[in-house]
């Protein structure tokens, strides 16, 4: 250590010692505390259904990242309040569908060795959940009942539900967490159809060329807002 006029040892030698054991300190501590998130992360189940989640909804967005369920979106989007509508009916469709298909999957079609029957059995059981929809919304609202129109019937061969069915099976989720990712994939249909209802709307009082009047503008909407979704990807990975 250098030396004083005095002949004692400089004070800055101790004094860059001690900021160097303080340096360690705080870094062990901030690893402690990383590592006690890490565990809280991955030991936590709610934490891991709410990035399922989001992950279904945002990230992996059934229309905007996979461009599924494109026909309803054009054909019902133009007013907000028909979008809600069946926005919500696909969420529970979604949610149900995605429940049974699990079951009757994991349950029926691997034990018996048919898993090849997947395709054509959760096509009967969406169609069969969305004629049990069709007739509450007859019931309940005869008005949203006229304004779906055709499209109702249609979510029997929306993609998007199926997609969801199907997607699930390369995922290694229980069956909670399948509902959870199901809810999620109907809940992102769902933010996308009020987005562009919305933005639709706002356009609907403006005058268009001609050749951009109807689904053209519409599937120039979507691309714009996909652009803004591609934002998410990659942010969780589960």
Same mark, same amino acid.
């Given at each position: &250590?250098?030396?004083?006029?005095?002949?004692?040892?400089?004070?800055?030698?101790?004094?860059?010692?001690?900021?160097?054991?303080?340096?360690?300190?705080?870094?062990?501590?901030?690893?402690?505390?990383?590592?006690?998130?890490?565990?809280?992360?991955?030991?936590?189940?709610?934490?891991?259904?709410?990035?399922?989640?989001? %992950?279904?909804?945002?990230?992996?967005?059934?229309?905007?990242?996979?461009?599924?369920?494109?026909?309803?979106?054009?054909?019902? %989007?133009?007013?907000?309040?028909?979008?809600?509508?069946?926005?919500?009916?696909?969420?529970?469709?979604?949610?149900?569908?995605?429940?049974?298909? $699990?079951?009757?999957?994991?349950?029926?079609?691997?034990?018996?060795?048919?898993?090849?029957?997947?395709?054509?059995?959760?096509?009967?059981?969406?169609?069969?959940?969305?004629?049990?929809?069709?007739?509450?919304?007859?019931?309940?609202?005869?008005?949203? $009942? $006229?304004?779906?129109?055709?499209?109702? @019937?249609?979510?029997?061969?929306?993609?998007?539900?199926?997609?969801?069915?199907?997607?699930?099976?390369?995922? @290694?989720?229980?069956?909670?967490?399948?509902?959870?990712?199901?809810?999620?994939?109907?809940?992102?249909?769902?933010?996308?159809?009020?987005?562009?209802?919305?933005?639709?709307?706002?356009?609907?009082?403006?005058?268009?060329?001609?050749?951009?009047?109807? @689904? &053209?503008?519409?599937?120039?909407?979507?691309?714009?807002?996909?652009?803004?979704?591609?934002?998410?990807?990659?942010?969780?990975?589960?």
């Amino acid at each position: &250590a250098s030396m004083d006029n005095n002949g004692h040892a400089s004070r800055s030698f101790f004094h860059v010692r001690y900021n160097n054991l303080v340096c360690q300190e705080q870094n062990r501590e901030q690893q402690r505390r990383g590592l006690i998130m890490d565990s809280f992360v991955s030991n936590t189940p709610l934490f891991t259904m709410f990035l399922i989640f989001i %992950s279904a909804a945002f990230t992996d967005n059934i229309l905007l990242a996979r461009f599924l369920g494109m026909c309803s979106i054009i054909g019902v %989007s133009n007013r907000m309040d028909t979008g809600f509508g069946l926005g919500a009916a696909v969420v529970f469709v979604t949610s149900v569908t995605s429940m049974i298909n $699990y079951i009757v999957y994991n349950y029926i079609l691997i034990p018996l060795g048919l898993e090849y029957l997947k395709l054509i059995t959760f096509i009967i059981i969406i169609a069969a959940t969305v004629q049990l929809i069709e007739m509450v919304i007859e019931r309940v609202s005869e008005t949203l $009942y $006229y304004s779906l129109g055709i499209f109702l @019937p249609l979510i029997t061969v929306n993609c998007a539900i199926l997609g969801v069915s199907l997607f699930m099976l390369n995922k @290694p989720y229980n069956f909670i967490e399948t509902a959870i990712y199901g809810t999620g994939g109907g809940a992102g249909w769902l933010i996308a159809i009020m987005i562009i209802g919305g933005i639709r709307e706002k356009i609907d009082e403006s005058k268009l060329p001609p050749g951009l009047a109807g @689904p &053209a503008i519409t599937l120039i909407i979507i691309g714009i807002i996909a652009l803004a979704f591609t934002g998410f990807s990659g942010m969780i990975k589960i």
